[in-house]
Nanobody, 117 residues
Framework: QLQPAESGGGLVQPGGSLRLSCEVS????????VGWFRRAPGKEREGVSC????????YYADSVKGRFTISRDNAKNTVYLQMNSLKPEDTAVYYC??????????WGQGTQVSVSS
């Protein structure tokens, strides 16, 4: 059973950093796409970053470009989201989604990121 599991969220001050991890059991990272999404209170879910199995030109939302970096470790079946220069508006529940080449999608349970002084 394919199951993404996020970790690494927490409370950080503005300007701080966090690294989120998404370990995807039952899935080979080089045979699909893994993306990070977030949902802030009172807002719709938005795509943050995405890394395809081709590893070419990762996607970043305009709001996080230059601050967030997505990467992966195939040996650990894990995708990371390094978040630097965090802002209060980055506060949200962050979700990981794995998408297979056949189009099946699997979501994690989410991890809370709170940016506040």
């Amino acid at each position: 059973q394919l199951q993404p599991a996020e970790s690494g969220g927490g409370l950080v001050q503005p300007g701080g950093s966090l690294r989120l991890s998404c370990e995807v059991s039952g899935f080979t990272l080089d045979r699909g796409t893994v993306g990070w999404f977030r949902r802030a209170p009172g807002k719709e879910r938005e795509g943050v970053s995405c890394l395809a199995y081709t590893d070419v030109n990762p996607y970043y939302a305009d709001s996080v470009k230059g601050r967030f970096t997505i990467s992966r470790d195939n040996a650990k079946n894990t995708v990371y989201l390094q978040m630097n220069s965090l802002k209060p508006e980055d506060t949200a529940v962050y979700y990981c989604k794995a998408r297979t080449l056949s189009g099946d999608e699997y979501w994690g349970q989410g991890t809370q990121v709170s940016v506040s002084s």
